[in-house]
């Protein structure tokens, strides 16, 4: 079983509510319809009833009717929620007024569906920046006991099978936070390997990357490294990781083997933790390109429970694969608590 197949398996075992805040886009819906065809999550539409309605009948979405709708605009629960959201922004300035208004707002009802308990996790970005789909998250669902810094994984299932899980890698930070000193560099390599275990079911053996092995190359950035990875084996006493590794002796068994000997994961590492979000960016696509790899994600790391971007250009699959990672994220956040 490949891995996209073992990730929608593991969503229909555990069927997690799934909220689309985007609910009369055209690719949310068509991807909407097959996971509810499917069985993989309990979906919850935000949008005009009547507007998603016409649409699935207009493409012909049959399953649709298997979704909850919500108009946020006229939901009972809007005031449950505007005084909720008010509670927690009150101290940032925020009044009732603006709780009631920003209520509306299909990305910020759905992550109080959320932390009110209604739902699971969310998933938006066919129609909104990156930001405008953060923003509710950070303020709503805030991030993980312990953690300060967002990050995002992409999943890269490459054609070398003698790397990684046969040829699984999870590399981070991909997408979030541009140059992270050593104790956010330390969350991300935390976070990543969470992911990896969640999503991939992969039991995470971490190299912390550089373009020096254990002391071959003395530089400031490196010195960032190798504290990440101290601070990240405080953080996680129990986390398989070794840094400051090269990209070679982290993922080649004899290349680790005379770079770092003696070290349990060069040569053997999975989850590849990058120095800063240019190198994560590069790197995923030249791989993504140039090794014909499938890149999935990026998978946001680090918010209490899951809220996952799409790209604006993404396609019906990756709606619907990405719906599968959300629900697996949830499946895992509530095991952690």
Same mark, same amino acid.
């Given at each position: 079983?490949?891995?996209?197949?073992?990730?929608?398996? &593991?969503?229909?075992?555990?069927?997690?509510?799934?909220?689309?805040? %985007?609910?009369? %886009?055209? &690719?949310?819906?068509?991807?909407?319809?097959?996971?509810?065809?499917?069985?993989?999550?309990?979906?919850?539409?935000?949008?005009?009833?009547?507007?998603?309605?016409?649409?699935?009948?207009?493409?012909?979405? $049959?399953?649709?009717?298997?979704?909850?709708?919500?108009?946020?605009?006229?939901?009972?629960?809007?005031?449950?929620?505007?005084?909720?959201?008010?509670?927690?922004?009150?101290?940032?300035?925020?009044?009732?007024?603006?709780?009631?208004?920003?209520?509306? *707002?299909? /990305?910020?009802? $759905?992550?109080?569906?959320?932390?009110?308990?209604?739902?699971?996790?969310?998933?938006?970005?066919? &129609?909104?920046?990156?930001?405008?789909?953060?923003?509710?998250?950070?303020?709503?669902?805030?991030?993980?006991?312990?953690?300060?810094?967002?990050?995002?994984?992409? /999943?890269?299932?490459?054609?070398?099978?003698?790397?990684?899980?046969?040829?699984?890698?999870?590399?981070?930070?991909?997408?979030?936070?541009?140059?992270?000193?050593?104790?956010?560099?330390?969350?991300?390599?935390?976070?990543?390997? &969470?992911?990896?275990?969640?999503?991939?079911?992969?039991?995470?053996?971490?190299?912390?990357?550089?373009?020096?092995?254990?002391?071959?190359?003395?530089?400031?950035?490196?010195?960032?490294?190798? %504290?990440?990875?101290?601070?990240?084996?405080?953080?996680?006493?129990?986390?398989?990781? *070794?840094?400051? /590794?090269?990209?070679?002796?982290?993922?080649?068994?004899?290349?680790?083997?005379?770079?770092?000997?003696?070290?349990?994961?060069?040569?053997?590492?999975?989850?590849?933790?990058?120095?800063?979000?240019?190198?994560?960016?590069?790197?995923?696509?030249?791989?993504?390109?140039?090794?014909?790899?499938?890149?999935?994600?990026?998978?946001?790391?680090?918010?209490?429970?899951?809220?996952?971007?799409?790209?604006?250009?993404?396609?019906?699959?990756?709606?619907?694969?990405?719906?599968?990672?959300?629900?697996?994220?949830?499946?895992?956040?509530?095991?952690?608590?």
């Amino acid at each position: 079983m490949d891995l996209i197949k073992e990730i929608v398996s &593991r969503a229909q075992a555990n069927k997690q509510r799934i909220v689309l805040p %985007e609910g009369t %886009e055209e &690719r949310t819906l068509k991807a909407a319809n097959q996971i509810l065809t499917d069985e993989v999550a309990d979906l919850i539409l935000l949008g005009n009833p009547s507007e998603i309605e016409e649409a699935a009948k207009k493409w012909g979405l $049959g399953n649709i009717s298997k979704a909850t709708i919500i108009d946020p605009a006229t939901s009972p629960k809007k005031e449950e929620y505007a005084q909720l959201l008010f509670e927690l922004r009150k101290k940032k300035g925020m009044t009732i007024e603006e709780a009631h208004q920003k209520v509306q *707002d299909p /990305l910020f009802y $759905g992550c109080l569906m959320i932390k009110a308990g209604d739902a699971d996790g969310q998933l938006a970005g066919a &129609r909104n920046t990156t930001g405008n789909v953060l923003r509710p998250a950070l303020q709503i669902i805030k991030t993980a006991p312990g953690i300060t810094c967002v990050s995002g994984a992409m /999943l890269l299932l490459t054609k070398a099978p003698n790397y990684g899980k046969n040829g699984i890698l999870v590399m981070g930070d991909v997408a979030v936070t541009p140059v992270p000193d050593a104790g956010q560099l330390a969350q991300i390599a935390v976070c990543t390997a &969470r992911t990896a275990k969640a999503v991939a079911g992969i039991d995470p053996k971490v190299a912390m990357l550089s373009f020096s092995t254990k002391g071959s190359a003395k530089h400031e950035v490196v010195d960032k490294v190798v %504290e990440a990875t101290k601070l990240a084996r405080e953080m996680a006493p129990g986390l398989s990781i *070794d840094g400051e /590794l090269q990209a070679d002796a982290a993922l080649v068994p004899s290349v680790g083997e005379s770079k770092a000997p003696g070290s349990e994961i060069a040569g053997h590492a999975n989850v590849l933790v990058v120095p800063n979000l240019e190198v994560g960016n590069i790197s995923y696509k030249l791989v993504q390109r140039l090794g014909h790899a499938e890149a999935i994600g990026p998978i946001l790391q680090g918010i209490a429970r899951p809220v996952n971007d799409l790209s604006r250009g993404c396609s019906i699959e990756d709606v619907y694969t990405m719906v599968a990672v959300t629900a697996n994220q949830a499946i895992a956040a509530k095991e952690q608590k």
